[in-house]
């Protein structure tokens, strides 16, 4: 797969499953910024700040469930089977909150579309990397991680026009941007029939002849666009395998990969916490403490994710030329120093709604490039057999450390107002700062590398 040039295949897997971070994007927007509008009587739920908080927390712990189950089932039953079963529970959940009568149904409908999206996690990232080519891998995870922002910014913008009274109902308007969001994961999901199996995973689960056929396939449809195919180099034997138990994917990652181990949780846990705390509730931050309208606050998340996605687009190739562990070092302590500067100019009262957006924005133009970074990581830097675990299990622990953790300390935070908040920002620039520092001294260099070369396969015959 590393020795096949950029084609028209590659933009299938780009669209087909790249685009799934948008639905993420979207899914955190649209709560966040229908925040305050869900507080309201009127809207049919009439849910508390810390409601709002707690139903952010519900989703995250949901995606962590999510990652775990179906990284495991990914790892065993195929990246393929994984990737249309995760993404139907998001549809089926998504669709559901829209109907939500009351607060302890949209809750369960938040943990459920979160399993799906968590799921989507391991899924995706892992048949990605082992369909993308490897001097690219760097540009194209970041890319597409970063596409989340994409979704953030349409769900900022949507939710403008649904808070409107005069055009949408109040207890409508947000029902029917879920509605929406669904529409959208079909899409996705129609295109997604037509990606393949990771020919990796088949071969190692002794589907050697589909295997063949899914690298044949890609190979003509390449040539057929008159791209020249160079013939494979090396060989590996393998004892084929039909799974990983747990037992040997916890062994490989804390015995035989230590050091890997401790940084994939520092990278995950500092921007699980910045990302999940800030953006779930940044909305109520503008009106809570800043005194913006309901109507007006969700217009600031839009310059903040174009800031967000602009990071990993303009800085992404960078991670293929310059390297791994310099640009990943860089964009996590760089975000934390613009971080603290920030916290220190909202605290003292300099910072107006327009100045703090325009600070968020240069922040996260380098942390947007560090935690895509994260995902890139971890699906490096493990075997092939427990690249989806890994991949789960360290979104899971990150995220639930940081993500759950996040919101409802950031939801306590704003009730006490702008100086606990900055707190919060203080607390979220030294998580990142720490894990840029881990990245500094124990850092995997795995730019221009095939997966095979940065972890050799548990299944490789000596």
Not at 285 to 298: C, F
Not at 322 to 328: F, K, S
């Amino acid at each position: 797969m590393d020795r096949l040039p950029w084609g028209k295949f590659h933009w299938l897997v780009i669209i087909g499953l790249g685009t799934v971070w948008i639905l993420d994007g979207l899914e955190v927007t649209i709560v966040g910024a229908l925040g305050s509008r869900l507080t309201e009587d009127s809207s049919g739920l009439g849910l508390t700040e810390a409601q709002i908080g707690l139903a952010a927390a519900i989703y995250v712990a949901g995606a962590c469930v999510g990652a775990l189950g179906f990284g495991y089932l990914t790892d065993r039953f195929g990246r393929k089977k994984l990737f249309l079963v995760t993404l139907g529970l998001y549809l089926l959940a998504t669709v559901a909150t829209a109907f939500s009568p009351n607060p302890l149904w949209f809750f369960v409908c938040r943990f459920l579309t979160g399993a799906g999206i968590g799921g989507e996690y391991a899924a995706i990232n892992s048949a990605i990397d082992e369909l993308i080519p490897a001097r690219r891998r760097g540009t194209i995870d970041l890319i597409i991680n970063g596409s989340y922002w994409l979704g953030t910014a349409f769900g900022a913008a949507l939710t403008v026009v649904l808070l409107d009274t005069n055009i949408f109902a109040a207890d409508f308007g947000w029902r029917l941007a879920f509605g929406l969001g669904a529409l959208f994961g079909l899409f996705i999901l129609l295109v997604r029939r037509n990606v393949p199996e990771s020919p990796r995973w088949a071969v190692i689960h002794g589907r050697d002849e589909e295997a063949e056929k899914i690298v044949d396939d890609i190979e003509k449809s390449l040539a057929d666009d008159g791209k020249e195919i160079s013939p494979p180099e090396g060989e590996m034997k393998i004892h084929q395998r039909a799974h990983t138990g747990f037992g040997e994917i916890a062994r490989v990652a804390i015995t035989q990969y230590p050091k890997r181990f401790v940084l994939g949780l520092s990278l995950f846990i500092g921007q699980a916490f910045l990302y999940n705390a800030v953006f779930f509730t940044y909305a109520l931050v503008l009106t809570s403490l800043l005194d913006v309208p309901d109507n007006i606050a969700p217009y600031s998340l839009i310059p903040i994710a174009i800031g967000n996605f602009l990071g990993p687009l303009l800085l992404g190739h960078f991670f293929d030329s310059v390297g791994r562990r310099v640009m990943i070092t860089i964009s996590y302590v760089g975000s934390g120093v613009l971080l603290v500067v920030t916290g220190i100019l909202f605290s003292n009262g300099v910072l107006d709604a327009v100045s703090l957006t325009v600070c968020w924005v240069i922040v996260f133009f380098f942390a947007s490039a560090g935690a895509s970074s994260a995902y890139l990581t971890v699906s490096e830097i493990f075997p092939m057999e427990t690249r989806a675990m890994a991949i789960a299990f360290f979104y899971a622990i990150g995220t639930g450390l940081g993500g759950i953790i996040g919101p409802i300390l950031f939801g306590q935070f704003i009730e006490q107002g702008i100086q606990m908040v900055a707190v919060g920002y203080f607390i979220g620039a030294g998580l990142m700062i720490a894990a840029g520092l881990v990245e500094a001294f124990i850092g995997v260099e795995a730019a221009g590398k095939s997966l095979e070369e940065i972890a050799e396969p548990l299944s490789v015959s000596s």
